[in-house]
């Protein structure tokens, strides 16, 4: 499918109707830009549940996130921590905590896109179902901020009103694919008439799974299996974001590192929903180049490859305005 700025629909893989009958979204940077587990950070410290050190090493995960995507590998590391973090919260007191902060910490970081494009989904009669690996209470709020009824997400055991330590259900890699699968079963659906979104290779069992996959701010090996397959690209961007300034920069660099060049023609669809399809419902302000040209993968994504690029200069220029706003209200 070429470049458009008028966003063309996107045929359903199978070969069926155009509008799905339900849509599976991923959240974090699909719905909302960076981790909404890592989110969370500072709101659980001024409560006491986490030390300042713990936070420093969040805002560190959650900026390696933005840059560097969510391999299996990492996310595998922050389970783990956050597992160990984690044991002995009580659930109650997680769930206060994120209700009274949900407004302050996660409305800002919802893309606009992504509300457009669920609502236009939803006006087309589709199922909207969020499918998230962040635990359940934190992604339940948020799939009522935006308007989904249903969602799936990781649970952790609990006893005594405690969280044990352990999981009981990882909605994550094949686990998405689990989940969209239990769903299609209880709601009848064909899942070769469904869609889904989603930024992360490690997404890719829960992209398969449908018949009209759809990508994301996609990290840079899942850039190339969306190219390869002629997957609709959408770029998700909040304006005067530094966020979104380090996920352009992201993406800059994964372009260079799949293409070995400065960039490409792209398929990147942007802008309102419209049309029917994929690509359709993100609709098309206008598309951008962002390397999604043929040619070799190029070398594995490493994470440290993209910290030891970018994370050091940007770091650096974060701390620095941070510092100068200091000085400023202090004069």
């Known amino acids: 499918m070429p470049e458009s700025s008028t966003a063309p629909v996107a045929p359903d893989r199978a070969g ?53 995507g969510a391999d299996a590998s990492t996310m595998d590391t922050l389970r783990r921590r956050m597992v160990l973090v984690c044991r002995g919260w009580e659930v109650e007191r997680v769930r206060a905590i994120v209700a009274e902060t949900l407004q302050e910490i996660v409305g800002p970081l919802v893309y606009p896109e992504a509300v457009r494009l669920i609502e236009h989904h939803r006006a087309q009669g589709a199922e909207i179902v969020l499918l998230s690996a962040s635990g359940l209470e934190v992604v339940e709020p948020i799939a009522e901020l935006v308007g989904i009824e249903r969602f799936r997400a990781t649970r952790m055991h609990v006893e005594d009103g405690r969280y044990a330590g352990e999981i009981a259900f990882y909605c994550y890699g094949e686990g998405k694919a689990v989940a969209a699968r239990e769903i299609a079963d209880e709601l009848g659906l064909d899942l070769a008439r469904c869609a889904a979104y989603t930024d992360s290779i490690t997404d890719l069992p829960l992209l398969e799974v449908v018949g009209q996959p759809s990508v994301v701010n996609p990290d840079r090996e899942l850039r190339a299996i969306a190219r390869e397959r002629e997957w609709p690209v959408l770029a998700f961007v909040r304006a005067a974001s530094r966020r979104d300034r380090l996920f ?7 372009d260079r590192l799949t293409t070995g060049a400065p960039g490409g023609a792209g398929r990147v669809a942007t802008g309102a929903a419209g049309g029917g399809g994929a690509a359709g419902a993100a609709g098309a302000a206008g598309a951008a180049g962002g390397g999604d040209t043929g040619g070799s993968p190029g070398p594995r994504r490493d994470p440290a490859l993209l910290g030891a690029a970018a994370v050091g200069g940007v770091l650096a220029a974060v701390l620095a305005g941070a510092a100068l706003g200091r000085v400023a209200r202090g004069r």
């Not at 909404?36 to 900026?63: E, H, N």
């Not at 920069?249 to 994964?254: C, I, K, P, Q, V």
Request: net charge positive.
């Open 16 to 68: 069926g109707a155009v509008v799905p009958q339900a849509v599976f979204l991923d959240l974090d940077n699909t719905i909302i830009a960076g981790s909404s587990a890592l989110a969370f950070a500072r709101p659980f410290a001024r409560a006491g549940l986490i030390d300042r050190a713990t936070v420093l090493r969040g805002a560190w995960a959650q900026l390696l996130l933005v840059l560097a």
């Open 248 to 254: 352009r920069l992201r993406d800059r660099l994964s």
